[in-house]
């Protein structure tokens, strides 16, 4: 059995992003649908969830990502199911963490290392970009603010999703920022975890660094098995 929730994102009554998610019974969906709701009623805060909690709802690794619709900063709905058949990338990321910026700034007069993926994979995937942060927390901005910035990183993802109540966060046990999920054509969760194997916020460390989700897509195009399919994230909490 499932249970599906549909889960406003707003301020003040006003939506700003719809998600709506299936989670089926059990622990660990029992603990997110607690803190969804949660969400939901407060606001967009609910004190923010634990590790642990996380820890607990956090979707398995080649068993099916969680079914999710979420409404971008255009007004654009954007659903898992309606990407059946594509490859998805799911990024959180916050422009205010020094975690984030690391992998946006530019590296001698060229893309930054989220850019220039976003640029490589264009059109063999769908790239969302994920800001769960809450209103009043760091990295919050408005659907126009959001895009403005997006502009001047020249990034290039697909869309930009303002998950300010944390409802895809929760979803997808988000916790830090820049943090991924990669989802295969068949709707099946094959990476999750970090950007590459160097925790700190030195752009300088990009170039020795191995790129988990760089590995993780090119294997995953060609057909070929995900070597390294999770990782632990590092950076900045997510400011739920």
Known sequence: MSLKKKLLIGIGGIALAAVAVNVA????????AGLAIAAATSGGDAG???????????PKVGEPAPAFTAVDTRGASHSLEGYRGRWVVL???NHEC????????AIDGGPGNTQAMQRDYANRVVWLSVVSSAPG?????????????????????????????GTLGR????????QYAIIDPQGVLRYAGAIDDRPSS???DIA????YVRAALDAGLAGQPIAVAQTQPYGCDVKY
């Not at 923010?48 to 956090?58: D, F, N």
């Not at 020795?208 to 790129?211: D, L, P, Q, R, W």
């Open 91 to 93: 990024e959180w990321f």
């Open 48 to 58: 923010g969830p634990t590790m642990a909690e996380l820890s607990a709802m956090a």
């Open 202 to 204: 030195n752009a300088k």
């Open 137 to 165: 927390k760091q990295g919050f901005t408005s659907a126009a603010e959001a895009d403005e910035l997006t502009r001047e990183k020249g990034a290039a993802p697909t869309a930009v999703i303002r998950d300010t109540a």
């Open 171 to 178: 979803l997808y046990a988000a916790r830090n920022t820049p």
């Open 25 to 32: 019974t059990g622990g660990g969906a029992a603990a997110y």
């Open 98 to 105: 020094p975690y984030s910026k690391k992998h946006y700034k």
């Open 208 to 211: 020795k660094a191995t790129n």
